[in-house]
């Protein structure tokens, strides 16, 4: 048994790594496969993975994650003003200081369970957010953002003589230099920068996975199902639920770092509690608690945002012209509401309803839907946890 | 003691607006055991009643005034409200000047209806789904309201002017025989402060001496029980969230002339808000005024110059931002209850 899982997790890996790798290729035809949107896909990826390590296996449900975004972007940014362009210092800082962050955030906020815990880790959210949008403005710059300029030290580097701002690098590479081929009249685009946030991905993935499939995430495991019978048999569950807190805030501090490398200047606006729902979001779209989940939720959200927001009254009027001009126009009315900039309204919609009739997620869904097909009633299904147990008793 | 007077009326205002909300948050937590994130979003409708309300009053007709003309030579147009043509000059000016105190028997019908719309369409049926689902469901739907209003009112702030004689300021230090010019204070703030008084007064009141409050509360501590007894309390706790908007809701409206109404203002006050629920105890009515108003002059104080001089020497800066966190973890370390709070409350 532990044997054909084992292989069985070798399988998603390999399929996982050839996804991702194949990235520029599978996506193109869809329209997504374009550097900017594959490395986003990525980076929430990495952020959603981190934050299912947290919600997913112990069932604390964080509202203040994206705090430690922003400070692995702010960390990441100074690194490259200060030490050198080279990504590798700027992503070990980020994870560095994101898990210091988090090491005192949770070890305040674990404190308290439940209800306590979310409003404890929003309130922390939103005093980083206000502590870099004002109070440390010599540290984060304020609303303008930490941004690179040509008189910064970068002691490793040479002095720079080009007299324009220096871009990102790993060992030479720059990360924004990109192939482009021609295949079947589609542009196939590689990209430095993706490549490297695809292996960071195929990393964290797999570090997730043997967390998942170690005994300590079966402990993390048992936290969510029940903690009062754990606390009853002498465990002691709070070094582990700040492990799982501390693990998950330096992924998102990784997410943060790579989002400073693929564009090197942060801004208060990453930490806002729009951000942290966001990612709440993208893990339970796909399945909190199963390892693919928020991977899918996060590439799911970041493709829809970028089709959606493109849509504009004069794509739908060409959309709906074969309809009466009456119809056409109240349709379009009524639609213009939810694309463009009205795609927030429909990420809030996607939220509750996925929250009201599908709280397992995408992937639950999809079991079903297989099981349907198969004409089978109930499953079992190893990867899904069940949806309807008590989160962190 | 004149500084320091002046910094207790100034965190009267905004902490009548935590206390409100926070009252309302509790309110419902109490009752219906839902912790609602779109709470503030209430607050937000609110503010927003007074917008709606300020253009229906506006809407006018478009005569031509032949006797006028504008620097091109071409007939001015006038706008004329209705409401001045019906109720003639003095009347229908007076009620647009008075329109955010007329907001509030506008917003009433309105928010209790958007407050047993939001319990019986949605809330109702997470009643036995984890406080998780609790959670995020409504803060979706803080989302989805956040962003019609977006939709429909832009992303500006609109400015709500509070009625014209409540528009400056007066010298509340002579009031109490101070020196002149010792305490200058806004009317409206302290209409703002009377007000909040009034409706939390009033709140406890209803829930004190009405057999519908006694039944309430009873419910509150023994929701089984009140059921047995043949009480159909769910109808009552429907009508409690609904009270509870209202009170959201006028919160937001009064406040509307402090702070003119963006669609955002209801997530930056719910934040605040939670804090000043945890501060006060999960479930304390008591506990969620006293804990508002505290803050509120708390932060206040903290605003004072000399109060950030000294934090600026020990390395903390513009302390009057994030001073309510501050005082929110210390006191969850110290008490994790809250100030009037039961233990064991809401801990699963």
Same mark, same amino acid.
């Not at chain 1, 004002?134 to 040509?150: A, C, H, K, R, W």
């Not at chain 2, 409708?45 to 506006?58: E, H, M």
């Not at chain 2, 031509?64 to 504008?70: E, L, M, N, S, V």
């Given at each position: 048994?532990?044997?054909?899982?084992?292989?069985?997790?070798?399988?998603?890996?390999?399929?996982?790594?050839?996804?991702?790798?194949?990235?520029? /290729?599978?996506?193109?035809?869809?329209?997504?496969?374009?550097?900017?949107?594959?490395?986003?896909?990525?980076?929430?990826?990495?952020?959603? /993975?981190?934050?299912?390590?947290?919600?997913?296996?112990?069932?604390? +449900?964080?509202?203040? *994650?994206?705090?430690?975004?922003?400070?692995?972007?702010?960390?990441? #940014?100074?690194?490259?003003?200060?030490?050198?362009?080279?990504?590798?210092?700027?992503?070990?800082?980020?994870?560095?200081?994101?898990?210091?962050?988090?090491?005192?955030?949770?070890?305040?906020?674990?404190?308290?369970?439940?209800?306590?815990?979310?409003? $404890?880790?929003?309130?922390?959210?939103?005093?980083?957010?206000?502590?870099?949008?004002?109070?440390?403005?010599?540290?984060?710059?304020? %609303?303008?953002?930490?941004?690179?300029?040509?008189?910064?030290?970068?002691?490793?580097?040479?002095?720079?003589?080009?007299?324009?701002?220096?871009?990102?690098?790993?060992?030479?590479?720059?990360?924004?230099?990109?192939?482009?081929?021609?295949?079947?009249?589609?542009?196939?685009?590689?990209?430095?920068?993706?490549?490297?946030?695809?292996?960071?991905?195929?990393?964290?993935?797999?570090?997730?996975?043997?967390?998942?499939?170690?005994?300590?995430?079966?402990?993390?495991?048992?936290?969510?199902?029940?903690?009062?019978?754990?606390?009853?048999?002498?465990?002691?569950?709070?070094?582990?639920?700040?492990?799982?807190?501390?693990?998950?805030?330096?992924?998102?501090?990784?997410?943060?770092?790579?989002?400073?490398?693929?564009?090197?200047?942060?801004?208060? %606006?990453?930490?806002?509690?729009?951000?942290?729902?966001?990612?709440?979001?993208?893990?339970?779209?796909?399945?909190?608690?199963?390892?693919?989940?928020?991977?899918?939720?996060?590439?799911?959200?970041?493709?829809?945002?970028?089709?959606?927001?493109?849509?504009?009254?004069?794509?739908?009027?060409?959309?709906?012209?074969?309809?009466?001009?009456?119809?056409?126009?109240?349709?379009?009315?009524?639609?213009?509401?939810?694309?463009?900039?009205?795609? *927030?309204?429909?990420?809030?919609?996607?939220?509750?309803?996925? #929250?009201?009739?599908?709280?397992?997620?995408?992937?639950?869904?999809?079991?079903?839907?297989?099981?349907?097909?198969?004409?089978?009633?109930?499953?079992?299904?190893?990867?899904?946890?069940?949806?309807?147990?008590?989160?962190?008793? | 003691?004149?500084?320091?007077?002046?910094?207790?009326?100034?965190? $009267?205002?905004?902490?009548?607006?935590?206390? $409100?909300?926070?009252?309302?948050?509790?309110?419902?937590?109490?009752?219906?055991?839902?912790?609602?994130?779109?709470?503030?979003?209430?607050?937000?409708?609110?503010?927003?009643?007074?917008?709606?309300?300020?253009?229906?009053?506006?809407?006018?007709?478009?005569?031509?005034?032949?006797?006028?003309?504008?620097?091109?030579?071409?007939?001015?147009?006038?706008?004329?409200?209705?409401?001045?043509?019906?109720?003639? %000059?003095?009347?229908?000016?007076?009620?647009?000047?008075?329109?955010?105190? +007329?907001?509030?028997?506008?917003?009433?019908?309105?928010?209790?209806?958007?407050?047993?719309?939001? %319990?019986?369409?949605?809330?109702? *049926?997470?009643?036995?789904?984890?406080?998780?689902?609790?959670?995020?469901?409504?803060?979706?739907?803080?989302?989805?309201?956040?962003?019609?209003?977006?939709?429909?009112?832009?992303?500006?702030?609109?400015?709500?002017?509070?009625?014209?004689?409540? !528009?400056?300021?007066?010298?509340?230090?002579?009031?109490?025989?101070?020196?002149?010019?010792?305490?200058?204070?806004?009317?409206? !703030?302290?209409?703002?402060?009377?007000?909040?008084?009034?409706?939390?007064?009033?709140?406890?009141?209803?829930?004190?001496?009405?057999?519908?409050?006694?039944?309430?509360?009873?419910?509150?501590?023994?929701?089984?029980?009140?059921?047995?007894?043949?009480?159909?309390?769910?109808? !009552?706790?429907?009508?409690?969230?609904?009270?509870?908007?209202?009170?959201?809701?006028?919160?937001?409206?009064?406040?509307?002339?402090?702070?003119?109404?963006?669609? *955002?203002?209801?997530?930056?006050?719910?934040?605040?808000?939670?804090?000043?629920?945890? #501060?006060?105890?999960?479930?304390?009515?008591?506990?969620?005024?006293?804990?508002?108003?505290?803050?509120?002059?708390?932060?206040?104080?903290?605003?004072?110059?000399? #109060?950030?001089?000294?934090?600026?020497?020990?390395?903390?800066?513009?302390?009057?931002?994030?001073?309510?966190? +501050?005082?929110?973890?210390?006191? $969850?370390?110290?008490?994790?209850?809250?100030?009037?709070?039961?233990?064991?409350?809401?801990?699963?």
């Amino acid at each position: 048994m532990i044997d054909k899982l084992q292989n069985n997790d070798r399988m998603l890996m390999t399929l996982f790594t050839l996804m991702v790798l194949a990235g520029p /290729i599978l996506l193109a035809p869809f329209g997504a496969g374009y550097p900017d949107l594959l490395q986003r896909f990525c980076i929430f990826g990495i952020f959603a /993975i981190g934050f299912n390590i947290l919600f997913g296996l112990t069932g604390y +449900l964080s509202f203040g *994650h994206a705090a430690f975004l922003g400070v692995g972007s702010y960390s990441a #940014v100074w690194m490259f003003k200060l030490l050198t362009m080279n990504v590798i210092p700027a992503l070990i800082l980020a994870v560095v200081i994101a898990g210091l962050f988090s090491l005192l955030i949770g070890f305040i906020s674990l404190r308290r369970s439940g209800i306590y815990f979310s409003i $404890l880790t929003l309130a922390f959210a939103q005093m980083s957010f206000s502590l870099a949008y004002s109070v440390l403005t010599p540290i984060t710059n304020g %609303e303008t953002g930490l941004q690179l300029t040509l008189n910064d030290p970068r002691i490793l580097d040479g002095a720079n003589t080009t007299g324009s701002l220096p871009s990102t690098n790993f060992f030479g590479l720059t990360m924004n230099s990109t192939a482009k081929f021609d295949f079947l009249g589609m542009v196939l685009q590689f990209n430095v920068g993706f490549y490297f946030c695809a292996v960071m991905l195929i990393l964290a993935f797999y570090l997730a996975m043997r967390i998942f499939r170690s005994p300590f995430g079966l402990m993390l495991k048992a936290i969510k199902t029940n903690q009062n019978r754990l606390n009853y048999t002498g465990v002691n569950t709070r070094p582990y639920t700040l492990a799982a807190f501390v693990i998950s805030g330096m992924y998102a501090g990784l997410a943060g770092g790579l989002m400073a490398c693929t564009d090197p200047l942060a801004g208060a %606006e990453r930490m806002q509690w729009t951000a942290s729902g966001e990612v709440v979001l993208m893990t339970i779209l796909g399945g909190a608690g199963t390892l693919l989940g928020p991977v899918l939720g996060a590439g799911f959200i970041k493709y829809f945002e970028n089709i959606f927001s493109k849509i504009n009254d004069n794509v739908l009027h060409s959309w709906f012209s074969f309809l009466p001009d009456g119809l056409e126009d109240l349709i379009v009315w009524v639609l213009h509401f939810f694309v463009g900039k009205g795609w *927030h309204l429909t990420l809030g919609l996607l939220f509750m309803m996925v #929250v009201i009739f599908l709280p397992g997620g995408l992937l639950q869904g999809a079991s079903h839907i297989i099981d349907w097909i198969r004409g089978k009633k109930q499953s079992s299904s190893t990867q899904i946890s069940n949806p309807n147990s008590m989160p962190a008793e | 003691m004149d500084a320091i007077l002046l910094q207790i009326l100034n965190g $009267l205002d905004k902490g009548s607006a935590y206390a $409100l909300i926070a009252l309302g948050l509790t309110l419902i937590f109490g009752t219906l055991g839902v912790v609602n994130f779109a709470h503030g979003a209430l607050f937000m409708i609110g503010a927003f009643c007074v917008v709606t309300l300020q253009r229906i009053l506006n809407i006018s007709t478009v005569t031509i005034d032949p006797t006028k003309t504008d620097f091109l030579g071409n007939p001015l147009k006038v706008k004329t409200p209705y409401i001045i043509e019906w109720f003639g %000059e003095g009347a229908g000016m007076a009620i647009i000047n008075w329109s955010v105190p +007329l907001a509030i028997l506008f917003a009433i019908p309105i928010m209790l209806l958007v407050g047993y719309v939001m %319990e019986r369409g949605l809330i109702k *049926h997470f009643y036995k789904r984890p406080h998780a689902d609790q959670i995020l469901v409504t803060f979706g739907l803080a989302i989805v309201l956040q962003e019609i209003i977006k939709a429909f009112y832009g992303a500006n702030p609109i400015p709500t002017p509070a009625p014209e004689v409540f !528009r400056g300021s007066f010298d509340f230090g002579v009031l109490i025989g101070m020196a002149e010019n010792a305490v200058i204070y806004p009317y409206w !703030r302290l209409v703002y402060f009377a007000f909040s008084a009034l409706v939390i007064a009033g709140v406890f009141a209803f829930l004190q001496f009405t057999t519908f409050g006694m039944v309430v509360r009873a419910g509150m501590a023994d929701r089984e029980t009140v059921g047995l007894l043949g009480i159909n309390i769910d109808k !009552r706790f429907t009508i409690m969230f609904g009270i509870a908007a209202c009170v959201a809701g006028l919160a937001g409206v009064m406040y509307s002339p402090i702070n003119s109404p963006n669609y *955002h203002m209801g997530m930056d006050f719910l934040v605040l808000s939670f804090v000043v629920v945890v #501060v006060g105890g999960m479930g304390s009515l008591p506990g969620a005024v006293l804990a508002g108003f505290t803050l509120g002059i708390l932060e206040s104080f903290a605003s004072m110059n000399q #109060v950030k001089g000294f934090f600026e020497a020990i390395y903390l800066p513009s302390i009057d931002q994030i001073i309510i966190y +501050l005082v929110a973890i210390v006191i $969850l370390l110290v008490r994790p209850r809250g100030l009037m709070g039961r233990a064991g409350v809401m801990e699963d």
